[in-house]
Nanobody, 121 residues
C-alpha cells in the first residue's frame, strides 16, 4: 500500500505565495507521473500541474507562469510552488501519483487526502 501526505496549505492574501509538498511512502518500487489537482467548493476536481518521471511538466492555463511543480525522485516527493495567488485559486489541493509497488506489478493511481488553500482578497 502507498500513502500520499500533503502539507503546506493555509490562508494567504491575494498576491502571496504558498508551497505545497507531498510525500509518498509505503511499498514503492517506482513512481511514474506525479501531479497536483484541486477542487473548489461546488466544482469538479481539475488538474493543476503534472510532472512526468523524466521531469517534463504541464500546467493548467489558469496557473501557467504562476505555479511551478517539481519532484525529488530520491525522496519520493512532489512540490507545488504557488506565486501570485488569486482568490479563484482557493480550493482543496490533492496530490496524485502513479506508483509501481513491485518490479512485477502494474502501476496504480493514488491520491492524498488534500490540503486546503484559501486566498483572501
Amino acid at each position: 500500500q502507498v500513502q500520499l501526505v500533503e502539507s503546506g496549505g493555509g490562508l494567504v492574501q491575494a498576491g502571496g505565495s504558498l508551497r505545497l509538498s507531498c510525500a509518498a511512502s509505503g511499498s514503492i518500487f517506482d513512481i511514474n507521473a506525479m501531479s497536483w489537482h484541486r477542487q473548489a467548493q461546488g466544482k469538479q476536481r481539475e488538474l493543476v500541474a503534472h510532472i512526468a518521471s523524466g521531469g517534463t511538466t504541464d500546467y493548467a492555463d489558469s496557473v501557467k507562469g504562476r505555479f511551478t511543480i517539481s519532484r525529488d525522485n530520491a525522496k519520493n516527493t512532489v512540490s507545488l510552488q504557488m506565486n501570485g495567488l488569486k482568490p479563484e485559486d482557493t480550493a482543496v489541493y490533492y496530490c496524485n501519483a502513479i506508483v509501481q509497488s513491485h518490479r512485477w506489478s502494474g502501476a496504480m493511481n493514488y491520491w492524498g487526502k488534500g490540503t486546503l488553500v484559501t486566498v483572501s482578497s
